[in-house]
Each structure stands twice: as structure tokens, then as C-alpha cells.
């Protein structure tokens, strides 16, 4: 071969060889890498504010016992002397986004009463509290009544204090 030849070669196997290397390093290295740290200010506050009786039947009021805990997150209550099967108390109260950030509402808790307990506690319209997104200073009126079962024909001597609390996250707004 000639010096010409061998020199186009070389020229050919070098620009090749740098072309081969510059899209391997495009394919391997094209990715934009970012570091950087979103903060986010804000309250989340979910609270009970104004705890009142609805309508009653069959119960003494003045020895009814509700309140709003301290720190408005829990509701306590006690509604003694039911006189008879089906006696009982509704009870509403606003549950109210008092932070900055959206709150989603996903249950509310009952504790303090046996499954089989004759005192039944039903929170109206339950299954539209779930997923409910509330606002900063939004509000949710819920009902919950108190009552002494219709199928328990026997005298209560049992406690009806218990207590209701809200279960929520933080709720995502799509970008």
C-alpha cells in the first residue's frame, strides 16, 4: 500500500473510531442530573368547633355531657338516662380546616364502646366524609346521633361515654 493509502486509512479509522466515541458517550451520558430540596410552609390543622345537640327524645339534657377537647381534635361525650328503647340524642358539629394547607378527610373514629353494646353511636352520612377535601377555613357539618338500641329491651346499666376523632391527610392538588 501506498503512503496516500495508509494515511486516508488512518484518517478513516480515526475519525470512526472518534464519531464510534462521541454517540456512545451521548447515548450513555444524556441524562440532566439536579439536586435541589423543595420546602414547604404551612399548617395542618383539622379541629371540632361547635359541638351542639340537634334533637332529643327520651333523655334528660341536663345530665348530657359533650365537650370539645383542649386541643380540638376529639369530641367527648356522655349521654346518661336514655329512658327507654330508641331514646337518644343527635348531635351536630363542625369539622373545620383551621391550617394552611388542604386537608382530605379519609374516617372518623369511635372508641370507647363494645360492638355489642345496647348505646349505639351512627354518623350520618358517613360514607360521604371519606375523601372529602376540605379547604383552609373550610367546613363540614357532621351529625351523629346517640341512642339506646330498639332491639335491646333490657335496662341499660351500662356507660355511654365515649369519644370521636377524625382520621385526615394532607391532600395533593394535581399540577
Not at 390543622?45 to 381534635?73: C, D, M, P, R, W
Not at 357539618?141 to 335496662?155: A, G, I, M, P
Request: proline share 2%; net charge negative; aromatic share 10%.
Amino acid at each position: 500500500m501506498s503512503k496516500k493509502t495508509n494515511k486516508i486509512i488512518l484518517i478513516f479509522t480515526l475519525l470512526s473510531i472518534f464519531f464510534i466515541l462521541n454517540i456512545s458517550y451521548g447515548k450513555n451520558f444524556n441524562v440532566l442530573a439536579t439536586s435541589d430540596t423543595v420546602t414547604s410552609y404551612g399548617d395542618f390543622n383539622i379541629e371540632f368547633k361547635n359541638l351542639t345537640i340537634v334533637k332529643s327524645a327520651g333523655v334528660n339534657l341536663s345530665n348530657v355531657q359533650n365537650k370539645i377537647s383542649s386541643n380540638s381534635t376529639d369530641l367527648s361525650v356522655n349521654v346518661p338516662d336514655l329512658a327507654y328503647p330508641g331514646a337518644g340524642v343527635e348531635f351536630s358539629v363542625d369539622i373545620t380546616n383551621r391550617g394552611t394547607i388542604s386537608a382530605k378527610l379519609e374516617s372518623i373514629n369511635i372508641t370507647g364502646l363494645n360492638d355489642d353494646s345496647m348505646i349505639k353511636v351512627n354518623v350520618l352520612d358517613k360514607e360521604n366524609i371519606a375523601n372529602t377535601v376540605l379547604e383552609p377555613e373550610d367546613v363540614y357539618n357532621l351529625h351523629f346521633t346517640v341512642e339506646w338500641d330498639k332491639n335491646y329491651n333490657t335496662v341499660i346499666n351500662e356507660e355511654s361515654n365515649f369519644k370521636i376523632s377524625i382520621n385526615y391527610v394532607q391532600a395533593f392538588q394535581k399540577a
